[in-house]
């Protein structure tokens, strides 16, 4: 069976770093273009960060850029989100997610992702 598990959110002060990493298992990530999302409560679920298959290839949403990093390792079948300088606003539930169709270009759009993890708590405090 088909899994994305987040892990890594928690409780952290305005300029903090947090790495958030998923695992997949059940199948292999190594030719999907993986995301993460986010969502506030009372927000619709926004796009952070996408990866390509074999990580040549990354985009981010401009609140990002400079402070989160993208990253793949195939052979662990895991994707990663590196957050620094993090802000209040970053407060979210973190979601990971692999695109419908293999060999896909980088995408923010949540309709281009075709499974998802549970989510990952993360809290920015001020």
């Known amino acids: 069976q088909e899994q994305l598990v987040e892990s890594g959110g928690g409780l952290v002060q305005a300029g903090g770093s947090l790495r958030l990493s998923c695992v997949a298992s059940?199948?292999?990530?190594?030719?999907?273009?993986m995301g993460w999302f986010r969502q506030a409560p009372g927000k619709e679920r926004e796009f952070v960060a996408a990866?390509?298959?074999?990580?040549?290839?990354?985009h981010y949403q401009d609140s990002g850029k400079g402070r989160f990093t993208i990253s793949r390792d195939n052979a662990k079948n895991t994707v990663y989100l590196q957050m620094n300088s993090l802000k209040p606003e970053d407060t979210a539930v973190y979601y990971c997610?692999?695109?419908?169709?293999?060999?896909?270009?980088?995408?923010?759009?949540?309709?281009?992702?075709?499974?998802w993890g549970w989510g990952t708590q993360v809290t920015v405090s001020s």
């Open positions: 997610a692999r695109t419908s169709g293999i060999n896909s270009p980088v995408t923010s759009l949540v309709e281009d992702y075709g499974f």
């Open positions: 059940g199948r292999s990530i190594n030719v999907y273009t």
């Open positions: 990866i390509n298959w074999n990580g040549g290839n990354t």
